[in-house]
DNA sequence: TTTACTGCAAACCGTTTGCAGTTCC
DNA sequence: GGAACTGCAAACGGTTTGCAGTAAA
């Protein structure tokens, strides 16, 4: 995703294009990936100083429900949000230091048996990998 | 999982086995599945009124610490517990409604690319469905 | 008898909200 | 000019914690 991208994608969506918005936008483009919303706040006011938590809180929500920004609710903690939400990808996630990695979808789609999925439409998969990170593995795994 | 089952393997972890602890272990062996904390401590009161809400915390940490119980955090709102921990299953969210059913995984195991697992060791696999439940298909799908 | 567990209440953390003021179009 | 956005600060909801008292082994 370039900024490019993502701004001329949200003023098609006439979507009000201020500073702060501008700011937030831009901190999700970098190869910053899953950043909490704290973080995203940090990164958005060394461009913007005076920009509020409220209002990052508001913009990344509003991004969500665009469908421009993914949410990654698969470890403790404050929510993190993955920009990355063009190309289908699953997590890896670790269980000891709650690293999280990106990895391409190549696995085969999974499918919900016909008989057990009784009358849901199913829309989309999610793909979660838990395990041990190569640092973790080292110090703990075998 | 049976009460009989559960007890007892908690029994065999020398877990000191409490009133409390007790009637939180009960509640969660009925047909009751992904309840929230606030919903176990209301069921637990009534086998046990003076049960405090944070015994009903500290009790469910120490289960899922000893994987005799699974969360499962993938819609907002109070995290959910999941008792069905012995056999593998997946789960399926309503994105409308955050109702969750379980289905059994009948679906081929999702595997990394091993170019993309880059040391990590995967010890698991969760899949999530999304969608909507069938009453919310009725009203706003198609 | 000793160690671990319990209840209470307050603290905590991430997130949301109400509102007065400001900015974009 | 008017609707939409912003900042502040307080509120919120879920969860955790400190501590004095209680109960299991």
Redesign the interface.
């Known amino acids: 995703m370039t900024t490019t991208d993502l701004l001329s994608r949200l003023r098609g969506r006439d979507w009000r294009l201020s500073a702060q918005r501008r700011a937030v936008a831009e901190v999700l483009v970098g190869d910053h990936v899953h950043l909490t919303a704290e973080e995203v706040h940090e990164l958005a006011r060394s461009r913007l100083p005076e920009i509020s938590r409220a209002t990052v809180y508001n913009t990344l929500n509003e991004l969500v429900a665009m469908g421009e920004l993914g949410v990654v609710?698969?470890v403790d903690g404050p929510r993190r949000y993955d920009p990355y939400v063009t190309a289908h990808h699953?997590h890896?996630v670790?269980?000891r230091c709650h690293t999280i990695?990106d990895?391409?979808r190549?696995?085969?789609l999974?499918?919900?048996?016909d008989d057990?999925?009784?009358?849901?439409?199913?829309?989309?998969?999610?793909?979660?990998?838990?395990?041990?990170?190569?640092d973790c593995?080292a110090r703990y795994?075998r």
């Open positions: 609710d698969v699953d890896l670790c269980d990695r990895v391409p190549t696995t085969a999974p499918q919900v048996a057990a999925r009784g009358g849901f439409l199913v829309t989309g998969v999610e793909i979660t990998y838990r395990g041990l990170c190569p593995a795994g």
